[in-house]
């Protein structure tokens, strides 16, 4: 990377486990794996700025680095969590992500409110279930949402 480059790409991150499934209901599990987002991130030299991890899906805010593509930076996110997840043995039965993820564009003049948002979680989720929020999510974006 040349000395003159700059690059800020805010990236909204959403994944959930396999088959929507709350496999992570216990806050004291999801604070070790967000934990674990954040150390790891660092290690990759990827910026996570906020993450939460509910029960069955995670909201993350990244600066997306220029040498990594989304898609292979979140290969290394859910790999290396699922992996340390069945590894340590955080939850008693097998730990799978879903297939796939959503990686959304964020400006600059929105990334305080969305951390907000993200810290936020519990209380959407008393007024909106996962499936509802993310598809909201999707359709703002102008793209088809495919439950």
Known sequence: ??????SRCWLHLIWCTLNR????????????????????S??????MKKNYVNSE?????????????IEEMM????????????????????????????????SESVVDKLVKYIETQEEHHRIKNFTEEYELFIKSYGMKFIP
Do not use: C
């Open 21 to 40: 499934e709350p496999l992570l209901p216990q806050k004291e599990t999801r604070k070790k794996v967000s934990a674990f987002l954040y150390e790891y």
């Open 57 to 69: 899906h995670v909201h993350a805010l990244i600066d997306l680095p220029m040498n990594i593509p």
């Open 75 to 106: 290969q290394l996110l859910k790999g290396s969590s699922s992996h340390w997840i069945n590894s340590e043995r955080i939850i008693p039965e097998k730990f799978n992500w879903r297939r796939g993820y959503a990686a959304l564009s964020v």
């Open 1 to 6: 990377m040349s000395l003159h480059s700059y």
């Open 42 to 47: 660092a290690s990759k030299n990827i910026y």
